[in-house]
């Protein structure tokens, strides 16, 4: 596994303790969400009470062709730009409403 992915991981456990708002007594199983096909590199930045994580994927790190993204139901669905070449999905809430940035 490599390092990238590995932080990815150690991020998604870290944001569900805290968005628990409580330490977590239980036992956490880190799980790889993958990437959409060609892309090269994920992050989850959120995850909700109803196991809906949002994050972002690009290329190759560095490139300017970020794209926010919704890990549910175990698919990953690209959630697109505003008619940039940029989005980033940063939070979700309860209802699967998420906030983000778009860059035109």
Same mark, same amino acid.
């Given at each position: 596994m490599n390092r990238l992915m590995s932080k990815a991981m150690v991020l998604i456990i870290l944001v569900a303790t805290l968005a628990a708002g409580r330490p977590v007594s239980k036992q956490l199983t880190a799980v790889n969400l993958g990437t959409l096909p060609g892309r090269r590199f994920s992050i989850a930045k959120d995850i909700s009470n109803r196991g809906q994580i949002v #994050?972002?994927?690009?290329?190759?790190? #560095?490139?300017?062709d970020d794209h926010a993204l919704l890990w549910e139901d175990g698919r990953i669905i690209d959630l697109g730009t505003l008619g940039g070449g940029r989005s980033f999905a940063e939070a979700i809430n309860e209802r699967g409403q998420i906030v983000g940035d778009s860059r035109t």
């Open positions: #994050g972002s994927g690009t290329f190759n790190a #560095g490139e300017e």
